[in-house]
């Protein structure tokens, strides 16, 4: 469960099932194992977020023959996902690879 935001991090609670399947350690926690940096800035955030909504809907409003096509609507739809999901986040795995940041420090 996430337990809320840092100035930098989302940082997660330790968790366990009842069967014992699941557990995260304290001490992964502490390593940094967990966290997410926040490394997208607000302008682009809000771009993610629009081309995010525009690729979700684009496919079903209709009228563009590209989407006719059920591999285009598909990766348009997979695509518009991420979009959102890594404006939500406020963090992108390909960023965090390449070492980037479009938020201030």
Not at 52 to 68: E, K, S
């Amino acid at each position: 469960m996430w337990r809320g935001i840092t100035a930098d991090h989302w940082v997660c609670d330790n968790i366990t099932d009842t069967g014992g399947a699941i557990a995260l350690d304290l001490w992964q926690l502490e390593q940094g194992a967990f966290e997410m940096t926040v490394n997208v800035g607000d302008i682009d955030r809000m771009i993610r977020g629009t081309l995010g909504i525009v690729l979700l809907a684009l496919p079903f409003i209709g009228g563009v023959a590209v989407f006719d096509s059920l591999l285009a609507t598909i990766l348009s739809v997979v695509v518009g996902l991420v979009m959102l999901g890594v404006a939500a986040t406020r963090s992108c795995p390909l960023y965090t690879v390449l070492g980037m940041r479009t938020c201030k420090v």
